[in-house]
């Protein structure tokens, strides 16, 4: 069965976009294993609590994800 688990911040998503990654991951699976992929193949869109992850031992916050680069 494939399986893809999309961990993203929490509230940066809304259902729409949601069920968008579902829906083309499934396509994405039925494309390279085929048609019979698809009614088995599980998505999960995982929202993490902000700072409940990191980056080199450094905790993460959405404010910090959401600055641009200076440049």
């Known amino acids: 069965m494939p399986f893809a688990n999309f961990k993203v911040p929490a509230g940066t998503l809304d259902a729409q976009q949601k069920e968008k990654i579902i829906t083309r991951t499934t396509e994405l699976y039925a494309e390279i294993y085929g048609e019979r992929a698809r009614a088995n193949t599980l998505v ?20 910090q994800l959401q600055q641009t680069p200076e440049g």
């Open 44 to 63: 999960v869109v995982e929202e993490v609590a902000d700072g409940g992850w990191g980056i080199g031992g450094d905790v993460l916050t959405l404010a």
